[in-house]
């Protein structure tokens, strides 16, 4: 039985209805807040990060919704970076962080307890200091009592998982200018082009049938989701849609990237979401199947694979291999290509139209992408 309302993604009055902080807006937007957060990181003064000095280490403190900016920095600098890169979520600080080292610490309100907490202990052992969140913030002061620098986050966003590309482009600025990643300005600026692209592609306006993000949420209705990367940059993008399945549309989803999850995603075809119990016909369904006296049906995998256009051939090859292994086992197979060019292009083209994918399924299960009655709960419970 479907859950998604496809009439509810393409009419107006009912997205507006339900979309109370205006997601789709601020995901629109991505391509303008690349933009302001170049202007914002020079107007900060991005050249003098660390002082203009490559530091020793790098350590990233970001949770929740800003998570994905260390995830980000981690796989661009895996390959070429002199410096190791670190993602820390919450306290302790490493003890070996000292005046030599640089930590970044993100939070869109600059209020949220680990990175603020990362970034005052950073700053009393001396540690470089980079801050991106909300100005006059406690995030702000505590970069300004450290001499660090601190890059006001200016477009407003319900949330920081919509307020991503402001979060992450002032840090890969940084990194650029360090020499830890390649990402100059003229790269973002490609990056804002192609966010603007995916942006018109996943309009509202655009029919269900031809809008790749709307037809990807049609495609894991009544599904049992698995996000699937065929490599270290899809990776992070497959952990990205994990997140926002589970915090934008409510539904669990499990990630992994290829090689290592290869064996994962497929032992779990011989299961009970796959076709390894019952009989079942080719679609995966069991034709003698009694909604009445057997109970509802066991919903199906969803494996959504992310391309990575820029992976090799052995890559190319095992991602071809696991996903005939699921079409074969009746899984629903969903795949989505990265554009061609850099791999911040090629990122924020797969990290674009899925989010904006995340928050269609919301409105077709008629949920606010923004607003979660158990969040909302939780944080009264623990405040």
């Not at 937007?29 to 490559?54: F, H, M, P, S, T």
Request: aromatic share 2%; glycine share 10%.
């Amino acid at each position: 039985m479907p859950w998604v309302d496809e009439r509810r993604m393409d009419d107006p009055d009912r997205i507006a209805a339900l979309d109370s902080r205006s997601s789709l807006r601020a995901l629109a937007g991505a391509g303008a807040q690349v933009r302001r957060g170049l202007v914002a990181a020079d107007d900060a003064g991005i050249a003098r990060v660390a002082g203009g000095e490559r530091p020793r280490a790098v350590v990233v403190a970001a949770l929740g919704g800003s998570a994905v900016v260390g995830d980000v920095l981690g796989v661009l600098a895996e390959a070429g970076s002199p410096v190791p890169v670190t993602v820390r979520h919450d306290a302790p600080l490493p003890g070996w962080v000292g005046p030599l080292d640089l930590v970044i610490a993100v939070s869109q309100s600059g209020r949220a307890a680990g990175p603020l907490a990362l970034a005052a202990e950073a700053a009393r052992r001396g540690a470089s200091l980079l801050t991106v969140g909300a100005a006059r913030s406690p995030l702000a002061e505590v970069a300004a009592r450290a001499r660090g620098i601190h890059v006001e986050v200016a477009l407003p966003a319900p949330s920081s998982r919509t307020a991503l590309w402001s979060l992450l482009t002032p840090v890969l600025l940084a990194a650029d200018v360090l020499g830890i990643a390649d990402a100059p300005a003229e790269v973002l600026e490609r990056v804002a082009d192609v966010l603007d692209a995916v942006a018109e592609e996943c309009r509202p306006s655009s029919e269900a049938f031809v809008n790749p993000a709307k037809v990807l949420a049609t495609g894991l209705d009544g599904t049992v989701p698995m996000v699937l990367g065929d490599g270290a940059l899809s990776g992070v993008a497959a952990c990205r849609l994990a997140q926002m399945l589970s915090l934008t549309a409510r539904v669990p989803a499990t990630h992994g990237a290829l090689p290592d999850a290869a064996s994962t995603v497929v032992a779990t075809l011989d299961g009970p979401f796959g076709s390894g119990m019952g009989d079942h016909r080719e679609d995966g369904r069991d034709i003698f199947a009694d909604p009445y006296l057997d109970g509802p049906e066991v919903p199906r995998l969803g494996l959504v694979a992310l391309r990575d256009p820029g992976i090799d051939a052995a890559g190319t090859h095992l991602a071809e291999a696991v996903l005939a292994s699921a079409r074969e086992a009746g899984a629903v197979v969903l795949e989505h290509r990265a554009r061609e060019g850099h791999p911040v292009e090629r990122l924020a083209s797969l990290v674009g139209t899925t989010d904006f994918a995340a928050t269609y399924l919301a409105l077709g299960l008629g949920l606010d992408p923004s607003v979660s009655r158990h969040v909302t709960d939780l944080r009264d419970r623990t405040s």
